[in-house]
C-alpha cells in the first residue's frame, strides 16, 4: 500500500455532534488525512436524532453518504472491495453485522476504531457488546484504541487482535484557539450527562458552586435529568455545537475535565476535550487517572485537585499562575496532539498492516 489511499470509514456520526463526542474526532482525524492527499468516503447510519442536529450536513474534505439499513449500505460492497482500507467505528448501530459485512466485502486492511476502548471491553465482559464481537475482533487487521497503555496487550492476547495500537483522540488548532471574548465563568464544563460521570461533576463543580456563590459556572451539554438541583450560580446550556467551543473554552477561566469510570479505570484514556481546552489556553482542572501524566504533566500542564475546597483554591489563585499553566498545556498539546499528528499515525498503521499482513480473515475466506 503506497501513494494515495482510498479509505471507507463507517462510523456513529460525522454529520451530527449532538450527545455524542465522536463527531468532532472523526471531523479533526478524516479532515487531516484527506490534507495528506487521501480519499476518504464517510458512510453514515441515517438516525432521527441525529437528523434534527446535522451541523456539518456537507464537509468538504470528504464524501458523506447516509445510509438507511443494513440492506442500503450492501450497495457499498464494491466500494469496500476497491479501498485500500476499510475502517469501522464503535457504537456504529448494527456494527456486528456492518463489521461482518465489512470482512467479507474489504479486499484491503480492515479496521476497527474503538473510540470507548474501557466501555467495549466491559461490555464485551458482560455479553452486552452490539457493535463488535470476539470473533470480529480477531478478523480485523487492526485494532485502533482511543486507550493506551496494558489495554494493547490486552487486546492482543486476551482477544487475539492480530494488531492493537493507540490511536488517540486530537484536536484541530484551525478550529480550537485563543479567542479574543469576555471572561463569563470562573469554571466551565463541556460534556454530555453520563451517570457514571456525574458524581465527580458533583464533587468538582457543583459543591464549590454551592459553596461560593459569588462565582461563576457553566454546564454545557444534553441529556441531563431534569431532577438535577443546579445552584443558582451555574448556568445550564442544552447543547453547545462544535463552532462554539472555543468561545465556549476563551470565556472560561478554567475548564472542567472529566472521564468516564471505565476509562479512568484502565487509564491511557484522554478525552477529546482535554486537548481542545489546551488548544484554547484555557486551564484545565481535571479528574485523576493512570496515564494523565504521560500526556500532561499534573501541576504544571493540568491540575487535578481531589476535592471542592482545591478547586475553590485554585479559582482564587493568582492570574499569572493559571496564565503559565495554560501555556505550558497548550505547548505540549500542539507539539504532539494534533489532528495532523493522528492523521500521520494512522497513515502508517494501515501501511504497517498492509505490509505486514497478508493474510484473508476467516469471513473473507468464505465470501
Known amino acids: 500500500m503506497s501513494g494515495r489511499m482510498k479509505l471507507v470509514v463507517l462510523g456513529l456520526s460525522l454529520s451530527s455532534s449532538w450527545g455524542?463526542?465522536?463527531a468532532t474526532t472523526y471531523r479533526a482525524l478524516l479532515r487531516a488525512f484527506a490534507a495528506r492527499g487521501h480519499e476518504v468516503l464517510f458512510l453514515e447510519r441515517d438516525k432521527p436524532w441525529y437528523a434534527g442536529n446535522r451541523d456539518l450536513p456537507d464537509p468538504d474534505f470528504c464524501r458523506l453518504v447516509l445510509y438507511d439499513d443494513l440492506a442500503d449500505l450492501d450497495r457499498y460492497r464494491q466500494v469496500m472491495a476497491g479501498a485500500d482500507a476499510v475502517l469501522v467505528g464503535s457504537y456504529v448501530p448494527d456494527g456486528i453485522a456492518v463489521g461482518q459485512l465489512v470482512?467479507?466485502?474489504?479486499?484491503?486492511?480492515?479496521?476497527?476504531?474503538?473510540?470507548?476502548?474501557?466501555?467495549?471491553?466491559a461490555r464485551l465482559a458482560r455479553g452486552e457488546a452490539d457493535y463488535v464481537s470476539p470473533d470480529l475482533i480477531r478478523c480485523y487487521d487492526l485494532y485502533l484504541s482511543f486507550t493506551g497503555g496494558p489495554t494493547l496487550q490486552r487486546l492482543e492476547t486476551d482477544f487475539g487482535s492480530p494488531r492493537a495500537r493507540a490511536l488517540y483522540c486530537s484536536v484541530d488548532p484551525a478550529a480550537y484557539r485563543p479567542l479574543s471574548v469576555p471572561q463569563r465563568w470562573d469554571l466551565g464544563y463541556l460534556g454530555t450527562y453520563s451517570a457514571d460521570r456525574q458524581p465527580t461533576v458533583e464533587r468538582l463543580l457543583?459543591?464549590?458552586?454551592?459553596?461560593?456563590?459569588?462565582l461563576r459556572f457553566v454546564v454545557a451539554g444534553p441529556q441531563y435529568p431534569a431532577e438535577i438541583e443546579w445552584p443558582a450560580n451555574v448556568e445550564r446550556?442544552?447543547?453547545?455545537?462544535?463552532?462554539e467551543h472555543a468561545a465556549f473554552y476563551s470565556a472560561c477561566a478554567y475548564t472542567l475535565n472529566v472521564t468516564r469510570a471505565d476509562m479512568r479505570a484502565a487509564g491511557w484514556s484522554p478525552s477529546v476535550r482535554l486537548f481542545e481546552a489546551a488548544a484554547c489556553g484555557t486551564p484545565i482542572v481535571s479528574d485523576q487517572w493512570p496515564g494523565l501524566e504521560d500526556l500532561l504533566r499534573p501541576g504544571e500542564e493540568v491540575l487535578t485537585p481531589a476535592g471542592p475546597d482545591e478547586v475553590l483554591a485554585l479559582l482564587?489563585?493568582?492570574v499569572d499562575r493559571r496564565l503559565q499553566v495554560a501555556r505550558a498545556a497548550r505547548r505540549r498539546v500542539l507539539g504532539a496532539h494534533t489532528a495532523m499528528h493522528r492523521a500521520a499515525q494512522l497513515e502508517a498503521f494501515l501501511r504497517e498492516a498492509g505490509a505486514l499482513d497478508a493474510r484473508r480473515s476467516p469471513l473473507r475466506a468464505t465470501a
Open 20 to 22: 455524542n463526542g465522536h
Open 103 to 121: 470482512q467479507t466485502a474489504a479486499e484491503g486492511v480492515t479496521a476497527f476504531y474503538d473510540i470507548d476502548t474501557p466501555v467495549t471491553l
Open 206 to 214: 457543583i459543591e464549590p458552586a454551592r459553596r461560593r456563590p459569588d
Open 237 to 243: 446550556i442544552e447543547h453547545l455545537p462544535p463552532d
Open 316 to 318: 482564587d489563585a493568582p
